[in-house]
């Protein structure tokens, strides 16, 4: 398993369930952050930021549309139920309030292994993004979780991968501080603690981290993925006007 293998938020009070989770889809190189009821899963989530949420609707404190509802409110994660409910109604309701995709129980793993990919590879192309980006030495494969840098792969945190993952997806525009703490960790924390992890990313992907060229900062505003053409084309531009 892999430093960046995907993580999946399990919302399910079924113990049996769980444990048939876990093991499955730990066999298939993904990592599982359980929640037994609906208030832990919404902590969480706002805690653990994961890849994916499996939410299953018949959870004993709290309604699973509630706990739905809830989490689109305030992410944009992938999120699959996996219910008992086989109605048209239930499957209705759930993806009107913001499910990627309804799988019934009972249910196969291939079928959800295929849901979970799918729902990946739709949130990348969904707006017109490419789940590769390159730039410079720099590929980033959002549908693989990978990043290298000049071909050698390059091992990121959760954290860290997150915040590449937004930079990749406004790639050129400026984000600030805030709008990178509430996505990333799902509530506003102290800017030095942003400015820790943009540290981290830049020793493991600027060839001269104290002088970056592709996570700029923007002094007192936030941070900006510079795309490396972009760079080239200004300096062009410039030793033109000069000559």
Known sequence: MTTNSLRILVIEDEPAIRRFLRTSLSAHNYRLIEAVDGESGLKVMARERPDFVILDLSLGDMDGLEVLQRLRAAW???????????????KIQALEAGADDYVT??????????????????????????????????????????VTVAGLEVKLSPTE???????????????????????IWGSEQDVQYLRTYVGHLRRKLEQDPQNPQQILTEPGVGYRLQRLESLLEAKVTSISQSA
């Open 161 to 183: 991968f997150g915040i590449l993952e937004l930079l990749v997806r406004h790639a050129g525009k400026v984000l600030t501080h805030q709008q990178i703490l509430r996505e």
């Open 76 to 90: 944009r994660t992938p999120i699959i139920v996996l219910s008992a409910r086989s109605d048209e109604q239930s």
């Open 105 to 146: 129980k009972p249910f196969s793993m291939g079928e959800l292994i295929a849901r979970l990919r799918n729902a990946h590879r739709h949130r990348f192309f969904a707006k017109g993004e490419e789940p590769v980006f390159r730039n410079g030495e720099l590929h980033f494969d959002a549908l693989h979780r990978r």
